[in-house]
């Protein structure tokens, strides 16, 4: 019968899975390597079947702009200061989607408003913040930090509410019943009972946090001296050093693949899987 | 035999801006279509396309997706240096010489001598394009080291600059400009010029050209030569009837400015709307300098294709 | 057997006044319970029986303060009930009362730390001996979703007894327990209220459970549930095997089987076996 | 009493043969219930009978083909066990196992769409009829979160009964029931399998229910579940009230309660009570 | 108690809240009106203080140029135009969100193929497609389609397979014990049982596609004829048109509202409120 239930579905694989726990992550290890080597070889293929290096240069020859990059200093210069943006404006976004949503939970009047903002704010594009960031911050990173802010608030904060949401009543009385006050019930009972939405919530915000620091480089005003990643990118795109242009992308995807290993699955696993939230 | 050969649709690209007007004329009055007929050609399907920036130019130019970019001359010299062996992109015309300025609310600063710390200079453009290129040979001309002011500037489209600069709250002292920001500004009498192109580089220049693939171009030399007419025609016909161009301008980007203003900047001695290249080896001799090109031009029609060298190009 | 109305306690700790408690509103309002009155003194045992859906529950989670009245009133110590808080602890019938990411011990423990204001070693050494009293000191640093349903439900009770509340409020606490495990149970119940004086609200379907838990029994009509008898168990009554058990136990018997639910019942047209 | 180890069947329905199963590898790993060997014919009710936690839900959810086994073999009609199917429908021991976004009506119909390839209006039909018979016609449009607990295990029963399996596998299907709706739900079951000719596993902790629903008991050890003894249930015993049926539950008590389970049960240095 | 427990914060609200679910409906309008005017309150009083109407133009100059562009009739055929390339862009990212999550569920393969492409895509900016987009779809609306369909899709994919993957066992067993198809048993049982999380996936989607499109449409190509709202903004903008700007702006912010309002408070209302999924 073992055999017939693991040809079931993945989706349905019965919750005795922690079973060969070990074992699987080897495993998944292993497909990761798999998919990873078929999509660089899919890209080289076509990239050669192309022939248009001002396009689309190859794998390989990304590669090489990657680690001549990374060996002439730039490209790990220009990452850090996209980085340390990108922390910032990220744990600012943060601070406020938490500070958002807990007004949210204590009150219909935050509730409203935050309904209220995220839909009226989240589908603005950063141009239309350009103005008033202008004003606010001036030129350059600070700038830049709030609209990396203003992309990483809004989806936090809609998945981490959409999870308050659904916390079953159950989970709710049991800590309304020890008494909770209202800032430990948020923090105790409420986020860690919808972290799977607040973890989804924070991969997303990451993603769109990057999206915009790269889109937003161009218009927002740096400086050659201060330009990350996004200015890497723009300086060689407009040079056609189409190479770099992928090399910078590439730095982007290596740098999305680590966090999502060391950080989200790392959080993943040591708490909504330990805890038997998720599949 | 030969002109059924030549491509049926056209596609074009512009950017924003007065010094598109060529363009604009031509499309309004269907300019390209008339010569086209009067070259016993059939009229091409025109498609008028707007893109902002180089970049997005030259990628959709290699992709196939336009058949005539056009930018900044010095994007375009760049652009064909880059291409040569690959795509080799090619000058098809140029759109008209037109000062760009350098200007500042900071009545301190009358010269780039008189830049600090503390002053921003905003481009509209990054590091390669053409008011980036004019500055650093204004800086190299100024302090004999061409990215002296590399770090007072910041890359910021020209309404932003221009509502920055006029606003006086901001760090933005400066603003490398086009027409007619260049204009509007002075008018509002917030900010001052302080640096010219022309006197950069010594006389009128070509601001924006029209470039397209070699490949393009000797597969289509009709076509080319019906877009040149046509743009020769537009020019003709703006200099000849400024107020028709200023309202036509107006009426087709749907602008708010007076039509007064814009007939101004059309009757600015200094503009000159020509299909001739005029300065450009001067950008590709200075870009060359600094290592942004590996091989200098001998001559101006080495960048541009060969049904123009017959005009007084430079 | 009619409607007992119990004297009125001089200073109950817990008295409901006519509590009435609806779902929804307008024409697709359901009614809960309708008019529940009834004191408990400190020490008291109410034992609610009735129906599957006459509205236990709903009760418990009233006087719990997690769900509005509308209708009368309920008191705690003469003052409206308010908030939930740990001096009520509530076993609660669903299996997903445990906090997912903390482990048995941990569950049992923040209880402590939080209801009682216990700092984490003292909260830690009480926790560790409620987990051992109710069986689970193997699964100390288990997940709930590692546990059986009964074990999920004893870890549940465990956190109740420990917070040593004024008033228990136990939702078929017991129901996913074999016979020994609750036995045992009881005896922690029962041992629990005699060494703190706590008071307990007891839902239960089982006869027995009710005469050896409670102190009174309240019985209920079937949806919605209305007070059909409020009866004391005699301490006589409260051994198995005795006759007054017996006695008792026939009686809440026929008053529960024989009375068929009109609502719940099936119809007998639609019955076709048994 | 020693383990009566079941004669083998001719043609079993379904047989177990020496079935392990574990939660867990290497060092943590738990072992839920360990060699298990019983075979069930055509028609056959087996109880399973056991303290808290000794991995009856394991070994149902293993019959049901919803978790690996990690020894020996389960076969359906001499064909391994494969994937869970509408042959085998569970009644789980929780009160989440109805689709939340269909009403009591939808979920049946559902079911009997999905599982036995219905058309809706003949779904719907039967559907109705076996709310009807769990007593929830009332409730025909409510959406799950608006029941009660017992009202949610009424849908499943319905909804587990209407697909007529060969084999029902049923956890605690009546702990949250009162007596009188356990009583008619047993005669329902009886019913069915008499009616359709379904074999049970059942799962429960109250020996009368034991006696009255199975034609077999299987007892299990504390954790992990071991055979303990496998009864069969003598018709004579069935009725409640007879000399075969006291001495049968006697038996079993004797059974349950007798051995404590040294590992759940509280060692006696940690009790302070009772 | 009725009033202690109305005292109670709202996020540990007693689940008997159904019971005035009319009343609150019309009290929740009210809530949001007096908050959206004082929003515009605020909008109006900062503008006037700072007195640049170059760079924050007041609400009230903003409200006007937006009469009047929609009374001229172009402002609402740029939106109409913008509406049918985010619809596109948004169903076709839907589509190949729904593919995805479902192959994710059907195959571990799957799984380790839609994580790893989320990780490695999503933080992708736009521009980063332009090169692929100009290759297979040339210049103009397909173009657009394309880079709002990427938009959309990471996060719905990613909200989407986050809530099947918190779908509880005793949910998936049940599906499993009737023995429905995959594509049943995705549809039937993982989709509804993952709807909060979806519909967060999809308002997260539909901001997402907005943003991108404002930013792409001037990228990516338009002609005036086929421009949208972004090429209203950008036209404005390019004229110092501020007031037009923001009352570009405040059309995606009205048809956010609009959106918000009728499709996915209507859809949450007529769904997982409905069914108790969220409180
Ligand atoms: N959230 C709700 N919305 C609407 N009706 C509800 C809700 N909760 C319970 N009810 C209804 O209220 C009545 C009483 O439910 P309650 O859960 O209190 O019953 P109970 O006595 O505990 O039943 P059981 O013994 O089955 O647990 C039932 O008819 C039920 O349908
Ligand atoms: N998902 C799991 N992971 C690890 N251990 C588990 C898991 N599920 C159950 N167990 C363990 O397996 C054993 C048997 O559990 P099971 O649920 O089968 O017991 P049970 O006999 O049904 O108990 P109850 O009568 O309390 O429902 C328990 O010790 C439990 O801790
Ligand atoms: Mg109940
Ligand atoms: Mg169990």
Not at chain 1, 28 to 39: F, S
Not at chain 2, 156 to 176: K, M, N, R, V, Y
Not at chain 3, 104 to 131: C, E, F, M, P, S
């Amino acid at each position: 019968m073992a055999d017939a239930t693991l040809a079931a579905p993945a989706a349905t694989a019965p919750a005795a899975a922690p079973a060969d726990q070990a074992s699987r992550l080897r495993f998944n290890g292993w497909r990761k390597v798999v998919l990873l080597l078929g999509l660089a070889l899919l890209w080289e293929g076509y990239a050669r079947h192309l022939g248009n290096a001002l396009l689309l240069p190859t794998f390989s020859a990304t590669v090489r702009a990657l680690v001549e990059g990374f060996a002439s200093g730039e490209l790990l210069a220009r990452t850090a200061t996209s980085l340390e943006l990108l922390l910032m404006g990220y744990g600012a976004g943060l601070v406020l989607a938490a500070l958002l949503t807990a007004l949210a939970s204590l009150s219909r009047w935050g509730a409203e408003l935050l309904e209220l903002l995220t839909a009226m704010l989240n589908p603005l594009p950063a141009v239309a913040l350009l103005p008033v960031a202008l004003l606010w911050f001036g030129i350059g990173a600070p700038s830049l930090v709030f609209v990396i802010t203003h992309a990483v608030l809004w989806p936090v904060a809609l998945s981490s509410y959409a999870g308050f949401r659904s916390v079953p009543r159950t989970l709710r009385m049991t800590g309304r019943n020890l008494g909770l006050s209202a800032p430990r019930f948020i923090i105790e009972i409420l986020m860690p009972a919808a972290l799977p939405q607040i973890l989804a919530g924070l991969r997303l915000g990451w993603a769109f946090a990057w999206r915009t620091l790269i889109a937003a480089e161009l218009v927002f005003g740096v400086s050659a001296r201060s330009g990350g990643i996004g200015w890497f990118i723009y300086t060689n795109r407009a040079q056609l050093e189409t190479a770099n242009v992928f090399a910078g992308l590439l730095t982007i995807i290596l740098v999305g693949l680590i966090v999502e290993a060391l950080l989200f699955r790392g959080a993943a696993r040591a708490t909504i899987q330990r805890w038997g939230q998720e599949q | 035999p030969q002109a059924q050969a030549e491509t049926k649709e056209l596609r074009i690209a512009q950017q924003f801006g007065i010094g598109y007007l060529p363009f604009i004329v031509a499309k309004e009055r269907r300019l390209i279509e008339g010569e086209a007929v009067r070259a016993g050609l059939p009229a091409p399907q025109v498609e008028w396309i707007t893109l902002s920036g180089a970049a997005a130019m030259n990628e959709a130019l290699i992709a196939g997706s336009l058949d005539i970019a056009s930018a900044g001359i010095a994007p375009m010299i760049l652009t064909w240096d880059k291409t040569r062996g690959t795509a080799d992109i090619i000058g098809v015309a140029a759109l008209g010489s037109m000062p760009n300025v350098l200007t500042s609310n900071n009545p301190a600063v009358k010269s780039l001598r008189d830049f600090t710390d503390k002053d921003r200079i905003a481009l509209p453009s990054v590091k390669v394009g053409f008011q980036p290129i004019v500055l650093q040979m204004a800086a190299e001309q100024t302090f004999g080291q061409y990215d002296k002011l590399d770090n007072l500037t910041v890359s910021l489209p020209h309404p932003d600059a221009t509502a920055q600069l006029l606003s006086g709250q901001s760090e933005i002292t400066a603003h490398f400009t086009a027409p007619p920001f260049i204009q509007q500004q002075l008018a509002s009498g917030k900010a001052h010029a302080v640096l010219n192109s022309y006197d950069v580089l010594g006389g009128p220049h070509t601001f924006n050209a029209a470039y397209s693939t070699k490949r393009f171009v000797e597969a289509n030399p009709k076509t080319i030569a019906v877009l040149v007419a046509a743009l020769d025609a537009a020019n003709a016909w703006i200099t000849a009837n400024p107020a028709e161009a200023a309202k036509l301008y107006i009426a087709a980007e749907k602008s708010k400015l007076d039509p007064a203003f814009v007939e101004a900047i059309i009757r600015d001695p200094q503009v000159r709307f020509t299909t001739a290249p005029e300065r450009a080896t001067v950008f590709s001799a200075f870009l060359f300098k600094i290592g942004l090109i590996k091989r200098n031009p001998a001559s101006w029609t080495e960048l541009f294709q060969a049904g123009l060298w017959t005009k007084a190009g430079s | 057997m009619g409607v007992t109305l119990r004297v009125a306690e001089p200073d109950p700790l817990l008295s409901l006044d006519g509590v009435t408690l609806r779902y929804g509103s307008g024409a697709s309002a359901v009614t809960a319970v309708q008019d529940i009155t009834v004191d408990l003194a400190v020490g008291d045992r109410l034992v609610l029986l009735g129906p599957s859906g006459c509205g236990k529950s709903s009760l418990l989670r009233a006087v719990g303060g997690f769900q509005p009245v509308d209708g009368g009133r309920i008191h705690l110590r003469g003052k409206p009930v308010g908030k939930p808080g740990p001096d009520r602890m509530a076993v609660f019938q669903e299996f997903d009362q445990l906090l997912p990411w903390r482990t048995v011990l941990g569950n049992v423990r923040y209880a402590l730390q939080r209801g009682r204001g216990l700092d984490r070693a003292t909260a830690g050494k009480r926790a560790r001996d409620w987990i051992g009293r109710v069986g689970l000191t193997r699964v100390l640093d288990a997940y709930p979703h590692t546990l059986s349903g009964g074990m999920k439900q004893r870890v549940a009770i465990a956190r109740a007894f420990a917070l040593e509340p004024d008033l228990l409020l136990m939702d078929e606490p017991f129901a996913a327990l074999d016979a020994l495990t609750r036995r045992q149970m009881q005896d922690e119940l029962l041992a629990l209220c005699e060494q703190t004086g706590a008071s307990v609200l007891f839902v239960t379907h089982g006869i027995d459970e009710a005469i050896r838990v409670g102190t009174h029994v309240l019985s209920l009509s079937p949806h919605p549930g209305r007070m059909k008898a409020l009866i004391p168990v005699p301490l006589a009554a409260r051994q198995r095997g005795t006759t007054a058990f017996a006695q008792l136990e026939a009686s809440l018997q026929a008053d529960l089987l024989g009375e068929a639910d009109q609502d719940t019942a099936p119809p007998s047209g639609e019955r076709r076996h048994g």
